[in-house]
């Protein structure tokens, strides 16, 4: 099987037999919700619909619906060609929340945040008004590796301050690269996912044994 090694099993692993995100980041995304159908999903800065794409086996596999975002036009052409979620070019720094909770309700199960430059995620991150909506999974691109710690360490206290638990750090595509921090939400059990929790690590190692 595909997911053979997890750390953290969830239902229904034996759909997936081949995940689209760069790193695992919806295998990340089904551990957290425990395989969960017609799960929900705010993507931003999303790109195209299926090549590296952190939503796309969510969408296919586990018939979730979401929210998609970039300021990439062809990506959004494409996706909204290719895929049952709706996709806008939108400055994610300026989101109407009122419609994505309107959409989606007002806890989601995965957030995918992955803006360029980093600095601009921070941004974005820093206009989600967490006292009206939470969300289960969370990966956010700091780039560290790139553009140094400040994104990281600000990201880290907003995520923190707002009761999110910070589950794999440093995630680092190869090892010294660290690009990647994901959170759970205030509601998940983390006795359940206590095989994940760790910091500097590939993304396989994070989730396989």
């Not at 994901?182 to 500097?200: A, E, F, H, Q, T």
Request: charged share 25%; glycine share 6%.
């Amino acid at each position: 099987m595909f997911l053979d090694g997890l750390k953290v099993n969830f239902k229904n692993s034996d759909r997936v037999n081949l995940n689209y995100s760069q790193c695992f980041q919806d295998v990340f995304a089904l551990i957290i919700n425990n395989g969960k159908e017609e799960g929900s999903f705010l993507d931003l800065g999303c790109s195209f619909p299926e090549t590296i794409n952190n939503t796309f086996l969510l969408e296919k596999r586990f018939n979730w619906k979401g929210l998609s975002y970039d300021l990439h036009e062809p990506a959004i052409f494409e996706f909204n060609k290719n895929r049952n979620t709706k996709a806008f070019v939108k400055d994610c720094t300026a989101l109407d929340f009122d419609y994505i909770i309107g959409e989606l309700g007002n806890n989601i199960d995965y957030l995918s945040l992955d803006l360029e430059p980093a600095q601009i995620t921070l941004k974005c991150l820093e206009s989600i008004p967490f006292n009206r909506v939470s969300f289960n999974a969370i990966t956010f691109e700091h780039d560290k590796y790139r553009f140094g710690p400040e994104v990281q360490a600000r990201s880290r206290d907003i995520f923190l301050s707002n009761g999110y638990s910070l589950i794999v750090g440093d995630v680092s595509e190869p090892i010294e690269n660290s690009f990647e921090d994901w959170y759970v939400g205030p509601s998940i059990d983390l006795n359940r996912l206590s095989p994940l929790i760790r910091s500097k690590t590939t993304s396989k190692d994070a989730l396989f044994n």
